[in-house]
């Protein structure tokens, strides 16, 4: 039965503030799928799980019953790595799952660590969130004191362990292989591919790296079956979608809905439409590393493949008439990332708003390959004075080679989270950029705009900083 | 002098280490506790990290250059994260740190006895933009005007993030 409004799954607990204590996560039934899935011969999970079509809901979405089967079937010392570094700007997930319902994650690491045969385990939590750091902290320890966790996981004989691993401040470490390095104990650098996590990841060993929310729908997969959970959602994805719906919404907020539910209906009927009773100029679909969609692209849904493959939704260029290649001839439209909804409105300076994305990229650039280091920083340099009225002619164009220049050139996925963005809001909202250059070369400048404010706190601190003699 | 662990944190310590199979993955937690004990991560408390580690100390060097949480000046009690990245910024985030800066007299990156002021990238706390984290404590939906209650309340009840090493 396809999902409805009212199909909650992971989402179910929240607002239940007594439930990351164990005994009333137990006494809802809480840990009773785990026991009967440790029962279960590992194919037979790994094939429900495949079934299901669960995808991974950190961003690439990817089949999570296909990765779970490039474990190679002789390997021993696997390793499962729970995601839970949250950090793409738009997405508040993770975050809240972990707060509300710390043992759904422990339990769904459970039967998933079962179905790997992986022993030691790990969650790597963003460092800023301390708060939740210490509720995991807490209801790991409770798993342990009831036997759930340990050297005989639940009675079987069989070791699981769970190790609460904190991060210290690094976008970057959300990328696998990054994070991986992270949990290594060194920078978080990202990695050359192959090889892949599932053939050599965490200390050398098959590694299994899975998002927060992925792993807490495993239980329900398990318990209910792959089949029903795949009818829940549509197409190749199965389940429901958890979105959180920030910017100019009159609520927003992070609800589960059907995969079904397009973003008109999202913003209208689910977060009370577009704030102050004004109206929607566009919106970014997947958090700020993918292309955003325009007011007239909206009645798409949610879904993975529709932001892919939905030719509502006009292809991303690199100038006007020309589609940006992917490679091999495949076009750009956007993605349904890590449900990170943003909404804007027709009052929103766009090209403000794309500066303050390339800023993040450019801060949070590993620095190590060259067409993202350098990339990230001249296009937050040149969008900048683009959006203080200080552009000069050709920047538009400067901008788009530029990021045609870091895509598909850098080791990881960062360096496209910065180039899609830019020529995407490029495409969809050119004539902002032009005016603004356009502007500029006739001396108008916006004296009240955010990147005003912004630019001159930099400038005064900088200026404290120099006279401290701190540079 | 050199610089020590105090009991609990070696103590801490010597129970990460048998999560791992060495002890270079602990050198985050380490430096989150150095932190904590000796106020930020200077020279010699890196070097303290790396001898108890056992780790070179251009290793730990690295590591502690690396990430944004760990800093290499002494900072305030409270670590004030003021987000404005794009959901914040959209409902006003850039008025909330311009507040802050003027109330409490520091600019971005600056740092008084009580405070460290922190311009600080997408905290997960979206749909309750703007937000403001210090320490375990979040401060949703903020506005200006409230700026100064909440310098306030953290003057009265201090978060220093060191709580949670």
Same mark, same amino acid.
């Given at each position: ?471 | ?43 010699? *408390? $890196? &070097?303290?990290?790396? %001898?108890? =580690?056992? #780790? ?8 502690? @250059? ?29 008025? *909330? $740190? &311009?507040?802050?800066? %003027?109330? =409490?007299? #520091? ?8 405070? @460290? ?29 409230? *700026?100064?209650?909440?310098?306030? %309340? ?12």
């Amino acid at each position: 039965m396809p999902a409805d409004m009212s199909t909650k799954l992971v989402t179910r607990n929240f607002g239940n503030v007594k439930m990351r204590e164990i005994a009333t996560y137990e006494a809802a039934g809480g840990y009773r799928i785990a026991r009967a899935a440790l029962g279960r011969p590992p194919a037979d999970l790994i094939a429900e799980v495949k079934a299901s079509n669960l995808r991974g809901r950190g961003g690439a979405g990817f089949p999570t019953g296909v990765k779970w089967g490039f474990i190679p079937k002789d390997a021993t010392d696997v390793h499962l790595v729970c995601n839970a570094d949250e950090a793409e700007p738009g997405t508040c997930k993770d975050r809240e799952l972990i707060y509300w319902d710390p043992h759904l994650l422990i339990e769904g690491m459970i039967i998933s660590a079962h179905a790997l045969r992986a022993v030691h385990n790990y969650i790597y939590i963003r460092g800023e969130m301390m708060r939740e750091y210490l509720v995991l902290e807490r209801a790991v320890r409770e798993a342990y004191e009831r036997g759930y966790l340990g050297d005989s996981a639940m009675g079987t004989g069989r070791p699981c362990h769970i190790t609460v691993h904190r991060g210290a401040g690094a976008y970057i470490c959300g990328e696998e292989t990054a994070l991986l390095n992270s949990l290594e104990g060194k920078r978080g650098w990202p990695r050359i591919k192959p090889p892949f996590p599932a053939i050599k990841g965490l200390f050398g060993n098959p590694t299994v790296v899975n998002n927060v929310e992925t792993l807490m729908n495993v239980p329900f997969i398990v318990d209910k079956g792959g089949a029903w959970f795949a009818e829940l959602g549509v197409g190749r994805s199965g389940g429901t979608r958890i979105v959180c719906v920030s910017g100019h919404v009159e609520r927003p907020g992070v609800y589960e809905l059907p995969m079904t539910i397009t973003f008109r209906q999202l913003i209208d009927e689910v977060c009370g439409g577009v704030w102050k009773g004004r109206k929607v100029r566009g919106v970014i679909p997947g958090g700020s590393s993918m292309p955003p969609l325009d007011a007239s692209e909206l009645d798409v849904p949610v879904e993975f493949d529709a932001l892919m493959t939905d030719e509502r939704i006009k292809p991303v260029e690199t100038a006007p008439g020309v589609p940006f290649d992917m490679g091999g001839g495949r076009q750009l439209r956007s993605m349904a990332g890590s449900g990170g909804i943003v909404v804007f409105d027709d009052q929103t300076d766009v090209v403000e708003l794309t500066w303050r994305i390339m800023k993040f990229y450019a801060h949070e650039s590993c620095g190590q390959c060259t067409p993202c280091r350098e990339g990230t920083g001249w296009l937050e340099k040149i969008c900048r004075r683009v959006a203080q009225g200080k552009g000069m002619p050709g920047d538009v164009e400067l901008m788009s080679s530029i990021a045609v220049g870091i895509a598909g050139n850098t080791i990881c996925a960062l360096g496209d989270a910065a180039a899609w963005p830019m020529l995407g809001f490029l495409t969809k909202f050119r004539a902002d950029f032009e005016a603004k250059v356009n502007r500029a070369q006739y001396g108008q400048v916006h004296a009240n705009s955010q990147v005003a404010l912004a630019a001159s706190a930099e400038a005064r601190a900088r200026q404290a900083s120099e006279a401290e003699g701190v540079a | 002098m050199s610089l020590e662990f105090s009991p609990e944190a070696k103590q801490k310590i010597a129970a990460l280490r048998q999560r791992y199979p060495s002890s270079q993955p602990v050198v985050l937690a380490a430096l989150h506790l150095a932190q904590k004990e000796h106020g930020d991560l200077r020279d010699d *408390v $890196l &070097r303290m990290v790396a %001898e108890h =580690l056992d #780790l070179p100390y251009a290793h730990v060097y690295g590591v502690a @250059t690396f990430y944004t949480m760990f800093r290499r000046t002494p900072g305030g009690v409270n670590t004030l994260r003021v987000c404005t990245n794009v959901s914040c910024m959209l409902r006003g985030a850039y008025g *909330v $740190l &311009r507040a802050f800066e %003027e109330q =409490l007299g #520091l600019k971005v990156g600056q740092s008084s006895a009580e405070f @460290t002021l922190v311009e600080e990238e997408c905290i997960a706390a979206c749909a309750n933009a703007p937000a403001v984290l210090c320490g375990t404590e979040y401060f949703l939906d903020v506005t200006p005007d409230q *700026v100064a209650g909440i310098i306030a %309340e953290l003057k009265k009840n201090p978060r220093p993030e060191g709580e949670v090493a």
